[in-house]
C-alpha cells in the first residue's frame, strides 16, 4: 500500500521525486525517503510527511540537487512501525545500492535469518530490507554480473509481493523495476522516463505510459526502456494513453474512496491471508500470536472490546470463536467496558479490534484491561498504532489505508482475522484436521466469491434509484447475519442520513414489527443455512404488513424471488463465511443510496475516520 516513484531523464530528479511523493500520499503516509544518483548514491529518508522531507531535502548538496536519476518512496507501514530507519529506500553497507519496495515479502525471516548468519547487518526491521541484501550477496558472489541480473537473481529467492525499483552508483545509467502482485507503471516522456506505483505522479508529465506485468522486470535509461520476464525473456509492450483526471486516478478510477475501497476486497482478502492460510499445510500461521497460543487456547473467557464497526467484527467474532474453540467469549462496547468496573482478570484474554489503533475508547479499555491482569491482544491496521504498541500480542489486518469514514475493507479484514484466530486456537483441541482444512478451502474461495458480488454493483445502484427518499430503514439478519444487519444500518445511517436500524430477525415481533408498512424498506439477509425457514416466516410477516422487502439470498433461491420485491443473490457458502460476502451489497446499497442523495459519502457530516476523544 506504500507509493513509489521514480525518475531517469534531463530534470533534476529530487523536487519531480519529491512531487510526485506527494500525489501518491493518499495511498501511505508514516514516513518517505528518496535515493538520488550523481555518481555517488545518496537516501534521504525520514518519518512523516513528504513535506517534512521536502524542507529536509533543501539542505541537499549541490552535487545531489543536480542528481538526474532517483527513487522515491511514501511508506504505509506493514513490518516495524513508523521511522526514519524502516523508512524506504534501503541501502546495502557500501551504500552503493538503493530499494524502494512495494508489498510483503512473506519468507522475509527465513532470508533475514540467512543474510544475518552471513555477516549483514540490518538497520531497520522492515521485510523489504532483505531485497537489498540479498542483491549486495549476489553481486559479491559474482561482481562479473551487472544490476538487472543481480536483481533478477534476488527475485528468485523471494516469495509474496512485489513493486520494486532498484538504482545502484556501480550503474548510475539505469534504474531496475520489477512487479508482482504491486503494480507498476512507466510513464514514457521525452528523453525521459519516469516510474511509480500509479499513474497519479505520471499524468501531469506524459499521458503516454506502459503497465508492467506481474512477472516483468524492467530496465529503464534515459533514452529508452527494456521490459522483460522474471526468466529473462523480452517482451513486447503496449503503450497505452491515459484520460485520467488526477482526481480520479488517486481513487484508482472510482468516483469516491468508498467505492475503491469496497472494490479493492478480494485483494484485501487474499493480503489478509497471504502467508497466514497454509492450504497445503493445512493450518493457520499467525506470527503475532505464535508465543501466547497456548495461553489463548487456555483462556477462561475472551473478552472482545471495540467501537462502531470494529465492534460488529467483533460480534462476528464472537459466533466464530465460540462455534470452533468452545471458548466463552463476551463482547464489549469499549465506552461501557472502560467505565464499568468490569470483572477481568489474568485467565481472561481482552482483545482489542480498531481499525485506526487510536481510538480513545478501545485504547482506555486496553489499559482496564492491563491494569487487571489479563492478556491484551491487538488487531490493528495502522502498524504502529497506539493501540498495536500498547497490546502484548496482536496481529495486523494488512488492509491498506482506509479513507473514506465508513469502513468497508478494514471491517472485512477484522473478520478474516477473527476467523483464522478461531481456527488457530480449535487447532488440536476443538475441531478436527479435515474440518480445519474445510474452512481454509472456504477462506480461500472467498476473494473469488467477493469479486461475483461486486459484479452485481449496478443491479444494486438499480435498486438504490428506487429507495433513496425512504426516511428508515430495517435490516434483519440471524446468527453470523445479525452482526452483518447491524453492519449494514450503520452504513446507510452514517453516509446517508437515513434512519436505520439492525435487528436479530426474530425480535421483530418485540417491537420493530409497529414500525412495518408500505413505506418500510426491510432488507433481510436470508442465505441458506440453519436459520433459513425461519427467516422466510419473518419475511412473510413484514409482506403481510405491506413493507418494502429486499432480500440478500443464495444463487439458485427460487423460493425468495417468490416473497421479494428485490433479490440479490450472492454465491453460495458455508454459515461462518457468509458475513464476509453478505455485507458487500449492503455496503453498496448504502453507498448508492447515499450518493443518488448527493451526500459526500467520504467525509460523512459530523464523524470523523479515528475518534481519539471520548
Ligand atoms: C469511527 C469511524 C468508524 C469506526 C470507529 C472505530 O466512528 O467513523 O468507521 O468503525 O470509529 O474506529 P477504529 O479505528 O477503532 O476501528
Known sequence: MCGIVGYIGWREAAPLLLKGLKRLEYRGYDSAGIALLNHNLLVMKQKGSVSGLEIAAEELSADMKA??????????????????????????????IAVIHNGIIENYSVLKHELIVQGYIFSSE??????????????????????????????????????????????????????????????????????ASDAAPIVEH???????????????????????????????????????????????????????????????????????????????????????????????????????????????????????????????????FRYRNPIVGVDDVVILISQSGE??????????????????????????STIARETLCGMYTHAGPEVG???????????????????????????????????????????EKATRILELDSQIKHIAEQFKDTRNALYLGRGYNFPVALEGALKLKEISYIHAEGYPAAEMKHGPIALIDKDMPVIFIATRDSTYAKILSNIEEVRSRKGRVIAIANEGDKEISRLAEHVIYIPQSSGPITPLLTVIPLQLLAYHIATLRGCNVDRPRNLAKSVTVE
Open 67 to 96: 542528481a538526474k536519476v532517483g527513487i522515491g518512496h511514501t511508506r504505509w507501514a506493514t513490518h516495524g512501525e513508523p521511522s526514519d530507519m524502516n523508512a524506504h529506500p534501503h541501502q546495502n553497507s557500501a551504500g552503493d
Open 126 to 195: 522492515t521485510d523489504s530490507e532483505v531485497l537489498v541484501h540479498l542483491i549486495d550477496r549476489i553481486w559479491k558472489s559474482d561482481p562479473s554480473l551487472d544490476l538487472e541480473s543481480v536483481t533478477r537473481n534476488a527475485l528468485r529467492h523471494v516469495d509474496g509481493a512485489y513493486g520494486i525499483c532498484v538504482i545502484s552508483s556501480r550503474e548510475p545509467d539505469k534504474i531496475v523495476v520489477a512487479r508482482k502482485g504491486s503494480p507498476l507503471v512507466i510513464g514514457i516522456g521525452i528523453g525521459e522516463y519516469f516510474i
Open 206 to 336: 506524459t499521458n503516454k505510459v506502459v503497465y508492467l506485468s506481474d512477472g516483468e522486470l524492467a530496465v529503464v535509461k534515459k533514452d529508452g526502456y527494456v521490459v522483460k520476464t522474471i526468466e529473462n525473456v523480452e517482451q513486447e509492450k503496449v503503450i497505452t494513453e491515459l484520460d485520467f483526471s488526477l482526481e480520479k486516478i488517486e481513487k484508482g478510477g472510482f468516483e469516491h474512496f468508498m467505492l475503491k475501497e469496497i472494490f479493492e476486497q478480494p485483494a484485501v482478502m487474499h493480503d489478509v491471508m497471504r502467508g497466514r492460510v497454509r492450504l497445503e499445510e493445512g493450518r493457520i500461521c499467525l506470527g503475532g500470536i505464535e508465543d501466547y497460543l497456548d495461553r489463548l487456547k487456555h483462556a477462561k473467557r475472551i473478552v472482545i472490546c471495540a467501537c462502531g464497526t470494529s465492534w460488529h467484527a467483533a460480534l462476528i467474532g464472537e459466533y466464530l470463536i465460540e462455534e470452533f474453540a468452545r471458548i466463552p467469549v463476551e463482547v464489549d462496547y469499549a465506552s461501557e
Open 359 to 384: 481510538t480513545a475508547d478501545t485504547l482506555a479499555a486496553l489499559r482496564t484491561a492491563k491494569e487487571k491482569g489479563a492478556l491484551v491482544m491487538g488487531i490493528c491496521n495502522v502498524v504502529g
Open 405 to 447: 469514514v465508513a469502513s468497508t475493507k478494514a471491517f472485512t479484514a477484522q473478520v478474516i482475522m477473527l476467523y483464522m484466530l478461531a481456527l488457530a486456537l480449535s487447532r488440536g483441541r476443538t475441531l478436527s484436521q479435515d474440518e480445519i482444512a474445510l474452512n481454509l478451502r472456504e477462506l480461500s474461495r472467498l476473494p
